[in-house]
């Protein structure tokens, strides 16, 4: 067993750089404000800026807010902002090719997708990366709370029933308690929007230290230790080798059969086989999934049909919510490739995320 990063962040299903107008403002990043010096006091170059692979106007703008001059990818160009996570071989090749590039900025904040790139600069040389992550906390939380309703409730197999129920069955939220797996921006959300309900929250992270609003935090090789006390278990860490799987048969055999399991993470958190076993034998009372593992699952998966699952296709935030949020991200850290050299959201090459 081993630590699970803080922050992941699901990736909408359509891409970023297609949305081109967003409405208000309904969200807010928590982090922002929040900016840190890279490790080791890296002093980033600053110089021009390209957005790529598909320039939008709204990321446009939001660099040119920050005071950037947005220019043609060149041989002058110091800092990248990149909106597409399906097309990270370009990413790499772009930065091959332009090794005067300072700073990348990604667009989510679970960065699984660059995992054949960042490990080739966990060295600490090359550009200093920074991503989404915190800043689609709120509506990610807001989902996952959703999720955890609809499976304490049953709303999966009541509504697949089609008929009139004999027997009034669901669990309430209130005074239950509740174990995250992750202590980003993602969990301290959760953390807020459950207060309402007076649960016990219990916090598993990759390293020791209190979470603000938790009764209690622990460390993953606690994780066995809380699993047979949780009335709900919600997986909000990001996706790495060292956290894939890491709900598999034996996690899953040690959650009372009242437990609902949430995830908003990613897919390969949870042992997709191991789930559809504990599911098919009623070990657990059920799943809300946002995302999978195959994802998408295939049209005949047998998750598709377990009554007492829920599936979101990966809708925990979509690219309205998030687009105003990662424009504000960019504007705050062109301001610190400019100005002091301090970045929100800086990832770890090395560690994945």
Same mark, same amino acid.
């Given at each position: 067993?081993?630590?699970?990063?803080? =922050?992941? =962040?699901?990736?909408?299903?359509?891409?970023?750089?297609?949305?081109?107008?967003?409405?208000?403002?309904?969200?807010?990043?928590?982090?922002?404000?929040? !900016?840190?010096?890279?490790?080791?006091?890296?002093?980033?170059?600053?110089?021009?800026?390209? @957005?790529?692979?598909?320039?939008?106007?709204?990321?446009?703008?939001?660099?040119?807010?920050?005071?950037?001059?947005?220019?043609?990818?060149?041989?002058?160009?110091?800092?990248?902002? &990149?909106? !597409?996570?399906?097309?990270?071989?370009?990413?790499? #090749?772009?930065?091959?090719?332009?090794? /005067?590039?300072? &700073?990348?900025?990604?667009?989510?904040?679970?960065?699984?997708?660059?995992?054949?790139?960042?490990?080739? *600069?966990?060295?600490?040389? /090359?550009?200093?990366?920074?991503?989404?992550?915190?800043? *689609?906390?709120?509506?990610?939380? #807001?989902?996952?709370?959703?999720?955890?309703?609809?499976?304490?409730?049953?709303?999966?197999?009541?509504?697949?029933?089609?008929? &009139?129920?004999?027997?009034?069955?669901?669990?309430?939220? *209130?005074?239950?308690? @509740?174990?995250?797996? /992750?202590?980003?921006?993602?969990?301290?959300?959760?953390?807020?929007?459950?207060?309402? &309900?007076?649960?016990?929250?219990?916090?598993?992270?990759?390293?020791?230290?209190?979470?603000?609003?938790?009764?209690?935090?622990?460390?993953?090789?606690?994780?066995?230790?809380?699993?047979?006390?949780?009335?709900?278990?919600?997986?909000?860490?990001? !996706?790495?080798?060292?956290?894939?799987?890491?709900?598999?048969?034996?996690?899953?055999?040690?959650?009372?059969?009242?437990?609902?399991?949430? %995830?908003?993470?990613?897919?390969?958190?949870? =042992?997709?086989?191991?789930?559809?076993?504990?599911?098919?034998?009623?070990?657990?009372?059920?799943?809300?999934?946002?995302?999978?593992?195959?994802?998408?699952?295939?049209?005949?998966?047998?998750?598709?049909?377990?009554?007492?699952?829920?599936?979101?296709?990966?809708?925990?935030?979509?690219?309205?919510?998030?687009?105003?949020?990662?424009?504000?991200?960019?504007?705050? %850290?062109?301001?610190?490739?400019?100005?002091?050299?301090?970045? @929100?959201?800086?990832?770890?090459?090395?560690?994945?995320?």
């Amino acid at each position: 067993m081993t630590a699970p990063p803080s =922050d992941p =962040d699901p990736r909408p299903l359509a891409p970023l750089a297609s949305v081109t107008r967003v409405g208000p403002t309904q969200h807010e990043d928590p982090l922002a404000g929040r !900016s840190a010096a890279p490790p080791t006091g890296r002093r980033i170059a600053p110089g021009p800026i390209a @957005v790529l692979p598909r320039p939008t106007a709204l990321f446009v703008d939001a660099a040119r807010a920050g005071g950037a001059e947005v220019v043609e990818i060149s041989a002058a160009t110091r800092g990248l902002i &990149w909106l !597409s996570e399906q097309r990270a071989e370009e990413l790499a #090749e772009l930065l091959d090719a332009h090794p /005067g590039i300072q &700073w990348v900025q990604l667009p989510w904040a679970g960065v699984d997708g660059f995992s054949s790139i960042l490990p080739r *600069y966990a060295d600490g040389r /090359g550009p200093l990366f920074t991503s989404a992550k915190g800043a *689609y906390s709120e509506p990610v939380a #807001e989902h996952a709370v959703a999720l955890l309703h609809a499976v304490l409730r049953e709303l999966a197999p009541k509504v697949r029933a089609a008929r &009139w129920a004999p027997v009034r069955t669901g669990l309430s939220l *209130y005074g239950r308690h @509740v174990v995250i797996v /992750g202590a980003g921006g993602i969990a301290a959300e959760i953390i807020r929007l459950l207060t309402p &309900w007076r649960v016990r929250i219990t916090v598993v992270r990759r390293s020791p230290g209190d979470v603000p609003g938790a009764h209690r935090t622990v460390t993953v090789d606690e994780l066995h230790g809380v699993l047979p006390e949780a009335d709900a278990l919600i997986l909000a860490a990001a !996706s790495t080798e060292r956290t894939r799987h890491l709900i598999g048969s034996a996690e899953l055999a040690l959650l009372p059969e009242h437990a609902a399991l949430v %995830n908003i993470a990613r897919g390969a958190l949870i =042992d997709t086989g191991a789930l559809v076993e504990a599911l098919r034998e009623k070990r657990i009372l059920g799943a809300g999934l946002d995302v999978t593992d195959p994802e998408p699952l295939g049209d005949d998966h047998a998750l598709w049909s377990e009554p007492r699952c829920i599936i979101t296709s990966h809708s925990a935030d979509t690219p309205e919510m998030t687009a105003p949020l990662l424009a504000g991200r960019i504007t705050e %850290n062109v301001r610190g490739f400019l100005g002091d050299g301090r970045f @929100v959201g800086i990832v770890d090459p090395a560690a994945g995320y």
